[in-house]
Structure formats: C-alpha cells, structure tokens
C-alpha cells in the first residue's frame, strides 16, 4: 500500500470544505493513517515548499499557506500518490477536469484547496515533514 501527503489548504478551511474534501477521498477507498490541524510558521512552510524557492510566486505561496490553520492527512491505497492527483485535478482551476476538487471548489492557481505529493520520493520527504511514526496509523 502507497502513502501520500494531502493538505487541505487555508482556503479549503476557510471555505468550510474539510467534510467535502475528506469524503471524496474516503468515499474513493482511500485510507485517513493521520490527519491534523495546524498553523504553519513561515519557516514550515517554506522549508514545505523548498522546491519552489526560485519560484516568482514563492513568497505570496508562502503568504497564503501560512494565512489561517490547515488539515494535514497522509491518506493510504493502491497507487494513491496518482490516484489523489487526479482527483485533485490541475494546478490552475480552469485548467482542472470537471468534477475534480479544484474545478469544483478552487478560486485560482494559488488558491487552489488542496496539495498532493507528486511523486513518491516527494511522499517520503512531506510526510516526514509533518509526521512522525507514532502519528500514522
Ligand atoms: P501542484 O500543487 O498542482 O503540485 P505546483 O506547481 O507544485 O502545483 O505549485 C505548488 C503550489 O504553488 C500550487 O498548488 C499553487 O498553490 C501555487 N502556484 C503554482 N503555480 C502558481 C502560479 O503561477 N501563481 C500563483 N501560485 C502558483
Ligand atoms: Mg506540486
């Protein structure tokens, strides 16, 4: 079985979609092993999104993940790394599929709902990045 890292992100809170976004995930057969809320430093989150420090939208990412609490989960199943991106749909919401999580409900490309790991070495270092073992059930 493959693990992921899977945030709802401060919009997704705010927006009050935490049921919304969890039960597609559950309702998919994904596995909830953790899930916690917390409210990132600046520090979290940039060494989070380190790969995207060159970025010109590092600093308003930064911004934005770090404005209210967000929903950390490490969701379990078969090929879930691909399986959640595709449920999640494209980075920008226009872009996104219909009926994904962010064609449904994201704003813009930076407001965008959720986060999803993208490959498995990515899984490893984000899920270590906010959990420890004894957190993952
Ligand atoms: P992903 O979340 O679909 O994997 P990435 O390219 O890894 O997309 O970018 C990480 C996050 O940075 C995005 O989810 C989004 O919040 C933000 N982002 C990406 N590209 C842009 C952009 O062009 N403008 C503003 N924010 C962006
Ligand atoms: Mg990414």
Known sequence: MQKT???IKPD???KKLIGEVVSVFESTGFRVAAMKMKWLSKSEA???YYVHRERPFFQELIE???????ILMVLEGEDVIKR??????AT???EAAAGTIRARWAHSKQNNIVHGSDSEESAKFEIGHFFSGIEIF
């Open 5 to 7: 890292l899977s945030i």
């Open 46 to 48: 940039e060494g989070f």
């Open 64 to 70: 934005f993940m770090t404005s209210g609490p967000l």
């Open 92 to 94: 920008d919401p226009a």
């Open 84 to 89: 959640n991106r595709e449920l999640m749909g």
């Open 12 to 14: 997704g809170v705010a």
